[in-house]
């Protein structure tokens, strides 16, 4: 019994473990959010555009809703590091001259903000001071405009608006080659040209403001402008991405709990009953004695409170440490000044609660059972089980079975409830297990999608505004890079009937190469040279489909609002983009050869040296170099893998080895009277250990297929779940996945089985035999 | 110990079993308690013998002991001549399988098994078995052959018990108070049967009650008291056991 609570308990705890844990993270971290948005007090509404005269904020102001503006001077910048090869983009966001931004403030992590009207002093971000080791005194180059700057860092700062921070167009964060930093205005607009103008503003509403309503007539102010469309923090990026994280928190929290809790009341149940059965004697003398119904339904609801307690203890001291430890993981990918880890008490006291009544109501059955038995009835033994011939005994396969393999199928086709939920307690293991590892695998295939198959290119290089296209040329005549190829990015808006969207429209040459187009069977697919084509999530949620007449209002130049029809969807798994042909798109724009950049492919011994001419080239405003960046990417997320893989590895050897070890022990103490009497018959240990392992081995076995279905269910959920424009997770399941899975609850049935032959060897054989049962 | 080691063809009137002083001591916790001070006892080929005594005489512990189900404290227990005291578990569980057949109070049946299955649990893995059904024919359940064991009465339970066990064809049959858990006429049928099988197949009996009256079917009743033999009786008449009352 005491093995049996202890995995029990095991099981109890790891379901308390990983609620506590996901939800005190996730409280954890929007506590944590939401004091950091309100001190620093983080903008509600956003807006880009070219550029407008600073008069303009006096007309934002006085938007109905609107409570306080912010403009700003906001640049694309290059960065020069001594010692780093690698092109390096940043973002310089202005700060007011004297004093504190209005909104988005920032907090000083280390050193100061800028002095009044210096032009060379800057705050960066603090990823990107970690990235490359900076601290305040440090110098680094910075081309603002085509001009290079030196500036020294004064401060390193965190801001409510780049808690999670990405390049541009890029789908990974990239500390180390992209940084944002912050300058005074003055400076900042003198050196990008805006002096008394702005490009950028930030605004927060009033109490009962209407969001949209605002949006609608701030792009109204800002059209003449330039305006790129204003939004709000939904659809803030850094603020997308955390409410993304706190989603899949709070599935984690919602699913796994509820296996484990389950998988626990089911056990409880088996093994309660069997004790009720193995006392029955007792309990008939207790209440020959006179013991009430409800004292002896206590003595056994105390027990299940015992083993519950000890669960629950353990999973809340377990869940904390989880807690702190996988907050602390969030906080290496989003940039909190501060965390604020919170376990509030109506947390323990519902798992606690909850825990108690599923497994009270769980063995409630068996517990009634105990305490109506009457007690002359429970003294008198019990007359031998009543079994029946199987089915497949039924249809003929009854030659071909043993008696021993008899007396296995016999008994699990006995209790076939008991025996299929022990099948499905096995089989949840496995799913945790793949759950566990989907996550990877699925990422493993966007990439592999996204830059094996799509995304080819070594190197993008984008142009500070449309270039004519015989830049390609001079691209192409560096030493080392063997091919390229032109694009043009334009901002635009689609719209189908009442829905609309707004991205980027790609063009690029039909037929080509590096950047290729993929359709459902990732088989790539020719460019139409009319029309355009979009991601198929793109097409869901503006509900088109092929041969539909898109509206597309163009955000740049000078903003002709078209009517294209669609000419197909594509596959893709990150980010919502249209593409069309080059030529096409320019004879809408009505532009001649204009390109936004180039897609090169590069023979990598040359790279330091391409890097050094494109950082001479004012024109290019960015290069991005995918490769560094995944690589960068995994080996952040290498070790969090890892850790979390060892988790799930552990919770599910969990639920493997405590269902296999209960069905064992439940199996040995129900059946250990035929199998001393076996052993007794001169049946070897061998022998009477297949009866036993091989009902439990039949379980394990049949677990398999199931619990590969039931996995693979609980990971199309959670794809289902995790579908948004940034990205939708594929469903894909790795054969190694699958192979990992068997081979961890294989292993914990192994070893659990081990335990019961270990007790099968030491069966007292005449003091079975004395016994009645 | 193989079958090389003990022979199967058994002559009448050889010795089966010889018991040397044997001893037997549980350790209870702090109290050593000598179920058995010292046995001496051979058993025939052939015969019929009860061994009779109070419950906690030692009776059992010395039907283990013979069975290899249990081993003796002291002294030796040999088996044609063969000793089998402290033999390791493998050999003894292969005696049991090849040379003993064992009949129980609570007949002990796997519930998950019909009567015929019941035996050939038995035949399927003894040297030189009988036919299953041939087995309970003899017990007298040649047409309950498809039931489970919650389908038969006590007397019939204890029957297949006793088919299972006489069905390897073994050299002695030990019954532990075979009518313990019987009414009296349950009793006797089950008592008839032992003794066709004893009479018709030659195999040494040994059967243990606390019942005198049985005692009088024996060739000879063997009596112990507080782990002692106190008495040997030879019957000059085994009385059929449709002739016993109790």
């Known amino acids: 019994m005491k093995g049996q609570a202890l995995a029990i308990a095991l099981i109890i705890a790891s379901g308390v473990a990983t609620f506590i844990m996901s939800v005190s993270t996730m409280q954890s971290l929007k506590l944590t959010q939401a004091t950091f948005y309100k001190d620093y007090r983080f903008a509600d509404v956003f807006a880009s555009l070219k550029r407008a005269p600073e008069g303009l904020q006096t007309r934002i102001r006085e938007i109905p809703g609107v409570d306080r503006v912010e403009t700003r001077v906001s640049a694309a910048v290059n960065i020069d590091i001594p010692g780093f090869p690698d092109p390096v983009t940043g973002n310089i966001i202005s700060i007011p001259d004297i004093g504190e931004p209005l909104l988005n403030k920032l907090f000083l992590r280390e050193g100061r903000l800028t002095e009044p009207f210096r032009d060379d002093e800057v705050v960066i971000g603090e990823a990107f001071a970690g990235a490359h080791g900076f601290t305040p005194g440090d110098k680094l180059g910075v081309i603002i405009n085509g001009r290079r700057r030196d500036l020294t860092i004064v401060g390193i700062a965190l801001s409510p608006e780049h808690i999670y921070q990405m390049p541009p167009g890029a789908f990974f964060p990239d500390f180390e080659r992209y940084g944002v930093m912050w300058m005074g205005r003055t400076p900042l607009a003198t050196a990008y040209d805006m002096k008394g103008a702005f490009n950028d503003v930030t605004l927060t509403l009033s109490p009962n403001a209407n969001v949209n309503d605002v949006i609608d007539r701030l792009d109204e102010l800002l059209k003449p402008y330039g305006g790129l469309g204003a939004y709000s923090r939904k659809d803030q990026l850094s603020h997308r991405y955390l409410s993304e994280e706190f989603r899949q928190l709070e599935q984690m929290a919602a699913m796994f709990p509820v296996i484990f809790l389950g998988v626990a009341v089911f056990l409880l149940n088996v093994v309660i009953s069997r004790v009720i059965h193995m006392q029955r004697e007792e309990i008939a003398v207790l209440k020959a004695f006179g013991y009430s119904n409800f004292d002896i339904g206590m003595h056994f609801v105390k027990l299940v409170l015992m083993i519950v307690s000890a669960g629950v203890i353990t999973g809340i001291t377990g869940g904390v440490r989880l807690g702190q430890w996988m907050s602390n993981i969030y906080m290496e990918f989003y940039r909190f000044p501060f965390l604020k880890y919170e376990l509030r008490p109506e947390i323990v006291v519902i798992a606690a609660f909850v825990s108690a009544a599923a497994a009270i109501l769980g063995t409630l059955h068996s517990l009634r059972k105990a305490a109506l038995l009457p007690p002359a009835q429970a003294m008198r033994p019990e007359p031998p089980a009543t079994y029946r011939e199987t089915l497949p005994e039924r249809i003929g396969l009854k030659r071909l079975l043993s008696q021993p393999t008899r007396m296995i199928i016999r008994h699990i086709w006995r209790r076939p409830v008991k025996s299929l939920l022990s099948v499905t307690g096995i089989a949840f293991a496995f799913a945790i297990m793949m759950v566990g590892s989907f996550q990877g695998d699925a990422l493993d295939f966007m990439v592999y999608v996204q830059f094996g198959l799509s995304q080819r290119e070594d190197i993008a290089v984008t142009f500070v505004e449309p270039t004519s296209g015989t830049a390609l040329y001079e691209l192409q005549g560096l030493e080392g890079v063997e091919y390229g190829e032109v694009f043009r990015s334009v901002p635009a808006r689609l719209r189908f009937r009442r829905r609309s969207y707004r991205t980027a429209i790609q063009g690029l040459r039909s037929g080509g190469d590096l950047q290729r187009l993929l359709d459902t069977d990732l088989k790539p697919v020719e460019l139409p040279l009319s029309g355009i084509v979009m991601t198929d999530h793109l097409g869901e949620m503006l509900g088109v489909r092929e041969g539909d007449l898109l509206t597309v209002e163009v955000l740049e130049g000078r903003r002709p609002v078209l009517t294209v029809p669609v000419a197909g969807l594509v596959k893709q798994y990150l980010g919502v983009s249209a593409y069309m042909d080059l030529s096409a798109l320019n004879r809408l724009m009505h532009e001649g050869n204009a390109v936004s950049g180039v897609y090169l492919a590069t023979d990598s011994r040359y790279l330091p040296g391409i890097f050094k001419k494109l950082k001479e080239m004012p024109r290019v405003a960015g290069t991005g170099i995918r490769e560094k960046a995944i690589a960068k990417f995994y080996e952040t997320m290498g070790e969090t893998i890892l850790i979390f893989t060892l988790i799930n590895t552990l919770l599910a050897g969990i639920i493997a080895f405590g269902v296999v070890y209960n069905s064992a022990r439940i199996a040995l103490s129900e059946r250990s009277r035929e199998l001393a009497s076996l052993r007794v018959l001169g049946f070897t240990r061998g022998e009477i250990s297949y009866i036993l392992l091989g009902e439990l081995s039949i379980f394990t076995l049949a677990a398999v297929p199931l619990g590969f279905l039931i996995g693979r269910a609980m990971c199309a959920y959670i794809a289902a779940n995790l579908k948004t424009d940034l990205f939708r997770v594929p469903l894909i399941l790795e054969s190694s996945t699958y192979a990992f899975a068997a081979t961890v609850v294989l292993v914990s049935a192994c070893i659990s089985g081990l335990i019961v032959r270990r007790k099968l060897d030491r069966l007292d054989l005449v003091a079975v035999l004395k016994t009645k049962e | ?246």
């Not at chain 2, 916790?29 to 009779?52: I, N, P, Q, S, T």
């Not at chain 2, 858990?181 to 040994?206: K, P």
């Open chain 2, 1 to 246: 110990m193989t079958d090389n080691s003990i022979s199967n063809t058994i002559s009448p009137g050889s010795v089966v079993f010889s018991a040397r002083t044997v001893t037997k001591v549980y350790n209870m916790g702090e109290v050593k308690v000598h179920a058995l001070r010292g046995v001496d006892m051979e058993l025939y080929a052939g015969e019929m013998v009860v061994l009779l005594g109070p419950s906690g005489s030692g009776k059992s512990t010395l039907l283990n002991i013979l069975g290899g189900l249990d081993t003796a404290t002291s002294g030796h227990v040999t088996y044609h001549g063969r000793d089998i005291t402290g033999a390791p578990d493998k050999e003894l569980t292969e005696y049991r399988r090849v040379h003993v057949g064992f009949v129980f109070q609570f007949y002990n049946l796997i519930p998950s098994l019909t009567a015929l299955e019941n035996v050939a649990v038995v035949t399927e893995i003894a040297a030189q078995p009988m036919d299953p059904a041939e087995a309970l024919a003899l017990v007298g359940l040649g047409n309950r052959l498809d039931h489970f064991p919650a389908q038969l009465s006590g007397g019939e339970q204890q029957r297949v018990a006793i088919a299972r066990a006489v069905a390897k064809n073994p050299d002695v049959l030990l019954c532990d108070e075979p009518t313990g858990a019987l009414d009296s006429a349950t009793g006797i049928v089950v008592l008839e049967v032992l003794e066709r099988v004893n009479r018709e197949l030659g195999t040494a009996t040994v059967l243990i009650t606390h019942n005198a009256d049985i005692a009088e079917m024996a060739d000879r009743v063997i009596y112990l008291s507080d782990g002692l033999i106190s008495r040997v009786h030879r019957n000059e008449r085994k009385k059929p056991p449709h002739e016993l009352r109790w």
